[in-house]
């Protein structure tokens, strides 16, 4: 099927693939050198609009060469006037992309996604630069996810007089202060108050101020936002949630005040211990003699596993399948979720070894060899990977995460149509 028209001398084959309020993005070949690029077509611009667009490529000259930040190739006015930004191409989408295929990312690897957007930011903000509309969908995935930050080339710079009508504004995101009324209120702060959310949206698979409410309205969303309690973070350790407690707080005094600061004590809530253990009093030896708790069965052992598991404490849970596994040897779920906990904690040969035996146990074990396939995955033995992922899609056709992690390896193998179309074919079985 030919691409679109996107009156741009220099790209064929443009094919749509995102759309907003404002803009159109495309995938497109840049003849000259055969490459694919991102194209972003700003479709409802003023004259303000396209005067700041003048301005603002400056900024994305600023902002080429750090690590984590889209690189722009060119930008200009396509053949009926509009303003375009031609960028990279990561063919890994973006964080919100993710979340729908997936759901929701664990909090460590959350984390190690956020981290160099800080860092990303703080570079913006040595130099003036505000981003504006830090959010999911505006942090892609390069090589082995290597997550770069996109839309600094129309961010507002410092300067620049800006409303909550105008570009950038991603309600979901926005801090409080943005409606105070008067002079625009934010700063560095805000766009880490965004970054903050977007980190909370990360790992729950929503944004803070979320309601299922089929008649929810924008302006009970700013109320939420401005007025009502942070909600706690239900997943991970108590000191992440502090830390996003403090970073979404109403006052922009009361967050980390630098991107330096909010990077130092994120990763500090990260190495904090995933719980407080208070020892229990040592009985006395009259109680020796006459207590004889009955000992735990292998399923409850089992069951704190998994609790362990789904909470992140990975040491835990490998400690309580191992007895599960010496209780009950053939127990193919503990050697699964052993598997599972194994890859979370990124010693991934051990994952294979606990994985190979679930499938020995029960070859049709879907989980396990969608496990597995992740594992192979992220040791780089892609061929392999594929052969587990396409036997999690033998047993189970309509398996979205195995069609997005497939494509995600067929990405790696170069692939990229057929990398596009397991993709696809993923999000197609999510919105179901």
């Known amino acids: ?256 005040q630098t991107a330096h600061h909010f990077n130092t004590e994120l990763q500090a809530a990260r190495r904090a211990p995933s719980q407080t253990i208070t020892a229990r009093p040592a009985p006395q030896p009259s109680q020796i003699a006459t207590i004889k708790a009955p000992q735990p069965s292998a399923d409850e052992h089992l069951s704190v596993g998994d609790q362990h598991l789904d909470a992140a404490r990975y040491d835990e849970a490998i400690t309580a399948y191992d007895r599960v596994i010496e209780l009950d040897p053939d127990n193919t779920l503990a050697h699964n979720n052993r598997g599972d906990t194994l890859r979370n904690l990124g010693r991934y040969d051990e994952a294979i070894t606990a994985l190979d035996r679930a499938i020995e146990l029960d070859p049709d074990n879907t989980l396990a060899h969608y496990n597995r396939g992740v594992a192979l995955r992220n040791l780089g033995r892609y061929d392999k990977a594929i052969t587990a992922l396409d036997r999690v899609i033998e047993l189970d056709p309509n398996h979205p995460l195995a069609h997005f992690y497939r494509g995600n390896v067929l990405r790696e193998l170069g692939l990229l149509d057929d990398a596009r179309q397991a993709r696809q074919k993923a999000k197609e079985l999510r919105s179901k």
Do not use: C
């Open 1 to 256: 099927m030919s691409g679109v028209d996107i009156g741009i001398e220099g790209l064929s084959d443009a094919k749509e693939i995102g759309a907003g309020g404002f803009a159109r993005v495309y995938s497109a070949t840049e003849t000259r050198f055969g490459r694919t690029v991102a194209v972003k077509v700003l479709f409802q611009v003023d004259a303000g609009g396209r005067r700041r667009f003048d301005r603002e490529q400056l900024t994305m000259g600023r902002m080429t060469g750090h690590p984590n930040v889209v690189v722009p190739h060119s930008a200009g006015y396509n053949n009926d006037g509009y303003p375009y930004l031609i960028m990279e191409y990561l063919e890994g989408g973006s964080l919100q992309d993710l979340i729908e295929v997936s759901g929701p990312v664990q909090w460590e690897q959350a984390i190690e996604m956020i981290l160099p957007i800080a860092e990303a930011l703080g570079h913006g903000h040595s130099q003036g630069i505000l981003h504006r509309d830090v959010k999911p969908a505006n942090i892609l995935l390069g090589i082995g996810d290597h997550p770069k930050l996109a839309d600094f080339g129309i961010a507002a710079i410092r300067e620049a007089t800006a409303s909550t009508q105008g570009i950038g504004f991603s309600l979901a995101h926005t801090p409080p202060e943005t409606f105070a009324g008067g002079s625009d209120q934010r700063d560095e702060r805000a766009d880490l108050y965004s970054l903050a959310s977007t980190l909370y949206t990360v790992i729950t698979g929503r944004p803070p101020y979320h309601s299922n409410e089929s008649n929810d309205s924008q302006l009970a969303y700013i109320v939420r936002i401005a007025d009502h309690p942070i909600p706690d973070l239900v997943t991970g350790p108590p000191a992440l949630n502090r830390f996003l407690q403090q970073a979404l707080a109403k006052s922009a005094d009361d967050r980390p």
